[in-house]
């Protein structure tokens, strides 16, 4: 683990999605769209299908890049993400339980994953423990491997209640 991120060194620290990655999946979202305009003037309609598909992967890859549009802030008091320029707002480490990693059915990708009672609907939080074991999920594992920001997030988590217990 990075120690660098940790919380003795850093009152604060921002996490941002990996460049290196959103850039390979912005060229794999290219070759979708040229592989669609391909078929397309062979007039194979599903090319359109691959157009459509690959350009909205890249539109959503490039803003994923732009300043301030993505990352992961962990505080003493807590956390706060941003997905798409939309903010969490600050969720406090009382709040969650600790932080683990699921993995993901059908795209076998893992997930930071973790147990939030906070504003979400009853329903929602119901429906996503019983299929992915936690309440929320983080959108993204910032730069890092999932269990690396896991482990991370609980470091953050149990400094922050060892010095205010009662959080």
């Known amino acids: 683990m990075n120690p660098a991120v940790l919380p003795e060194r850093q009152s604060s ?4 999605p990996s460049k290196r990655k959103m850039i390979l999946l912005m060229l794999v979202c290219l070759t979708f769209v040229a592989g669609g305009i391909y078929l ?4 194979l309609p599903g090319g359109w299908f691959a157009v459509l598909f690959g350009g909205v992967g890249l539109v959503v890859f490039v803003i994923q ?3 301030g549009a993505s ?4 505080k003493r008091d807590g956390f706060e993400f941003c997905s798409f320029f939309r903010k969490s707002g600050l969720i406090r480490w009382g709040q969650v339980s600790e932080f683990g990693v699921w993995l993901v059915p059908l795209s076998r990708t893992e997930i930071v994953v973790f147990d939030y009672e906070g504003l979400s609907k009853r329903v929602f939080r119901d429906v996503n423990r019983r299929l992915m074991g936690a309440s929320d999920g983080l959108p993204d594992s910032y730069g890092l491997k999932p269990q690396e920001l896991a482990d991370v997030m609980n470091a953050w988590r149990a400094h922050a209640l060892q010095d205010r217990p009662g959080e």
């Open 13 to 16: 620290v921002v996490l941002r």
């Open 40 to 43: 397309v003037q062979e007039v």
């Open 71 to 74: 990352y992961l802030q962990l």
């Open 65 to 67: 890049i732009i300043p």
